[in-house]
């Protein structure tokens, strides 16, 4: 989902009809179009919520992968690290290029980024582990939502010392 949003927001920055015109030298800038809108729109949100599901589920999904705590750790330390440093080369090195190059060229090494990404990703499917899920989820949702409720008028205590 948020490939096809940053490809749409590439889109948006490459083709001339999906943007608006530049402003003048006055300051005077003519507003988008309704179709300028809703394609810059519906790029934001369907990059907004790839990206919203697909970070802790890779998290997860990585940890999943071992059995023992200390690799689960391990691989934590690795994901986060490289979170990082792929997030400050975003801040640094892409808006440099958007800024003084293009924003299209920009835009489009993300798409590559996201287009590795997902390659790798796909094709080491098979080597997963899977671990099945127990239960339905919204069972424990439901639990959670019914003990809350029999328990709205417990008082806590008046010991706050947290």
Known sequence: ISLL??????????????????????????????????????????SSIGLGGAGFTMASMGANQFEKTKDQEIFFNWYFFTLYVANAISFTAIIYIEDNVS?????????AAYAIGITVFLSGKRFYRHVKP???????????????IRKRKISGGGNLDY
């Not at 920009?106 to 798409?111: D, T």
């Open 134 to 148: 127990k239960g339905s989820p919204f069972t424990s949702i439901a639990r959670v939502m019914v003990a809350a």
């Open 103 to 111: 924003s299209g060229l920009g835009f489009g090494i993300c798409v």
């Open 5 to 46: 949003g940053v490809t749409m927001l590439t889109l948006t920055s490459t083709i001339h009809s999906l943007s608006p015109p530049t402003c003048s030298k006055n300051g005077s800038c003519e507003t988008a179009s309704t179709l300028q809108f809703a394609v810059l729109y519906a790029a934001l949100a369907l």
